[in-house]
């Protein structure tokens, strides 16, 4: 009879372990660094769901022409992929509130209190209303030889000293009331 409630025992155990693995694996599936080394065959195979758009465009402030594939393309999980001419993965680009993420945790809508704590040190940003407008800079943080760029977005508008091609300077109140928030995530093989 013991042996019997331990065989029981052991496999309803295994079978916790698999469940909860699957359900790891699932929700590992939106870490976007993961996408880094795929090629398109990999793309459509892993996110066969995604109802995939592909074609082309211009890149680059208009320089460069790409191969680009939209996962989830009209959907808070929309995801953008362009590929270089080996056709790997050059960059990955989100801007939603899905379920993408980093591997750091970081996603968008982190506020810029979390940003920090998960880089371990103050992060500097540039300043609004230009191509760059709120990228992140890691001031040598946990975050800084990564493949993550991302991108602050403010709630509250910003006032004019806060625009243009250079790193705000503000203080904690400042930047308080303007509720800053990961606005877009992009990822990028170094």
């Known amino acids: 009879m013991k042996k019997i409630f331990f065989v029981i025992a052991f496999i309803g155990l295994y079978s916790c372990n698999s469940t909860k693995q699957a359900t790891t694996d699932a929700s ?24 995939i758009e592909e074609g082309t465009n211009l890149y680059d402030e208009g320089t460069v022409e790409r191969s680009y594939a939209i996962l989830y393309p009209g959907t808070k999980d929309e995801m953008h992929i362009t590929w270089n001419a080996n056709n ?3 960059d990955i680009r989100f801007a939603e509130e899905g379920k993408w993420r980093s591997a750091s945790g970081v996603k968008v809508g982190t506020t810029y209190k979390e940003l920090n704590g998960i880089n371990g040190i103050l992060v500097s940003f540039y300043g609004f209303g230009w191509d760059y407008s709120g990228a992140v800079v890691w001031n040598g943080g946990k975050l800084e030889d990564t493949d993550l760029r991302v991108f602050l977005g403010a709630e509250n508008e910003p006032s004019d000293k806060f625009y243009g091609d250079q790193v705000v300077k503000a203080s904690p109140q400042e930047i308080e009331n303007m509720n800053l928030k990961v606005q877009a995530i992009v990822l990028r093989k170094s």
Do not use: G, M, P, T
């Not at 590992?28 to 109802?51: G, M, T």
């Open 88 to 90: 790997e993965i050059f």
């Open 28 to 51: 590992d599936k939106f870490v976007a660094e993961k996408l880094l080394d795929y090629d398109l065959k990999e793309v459509k195979e892993r996110f066969s769901d995604a109802n």
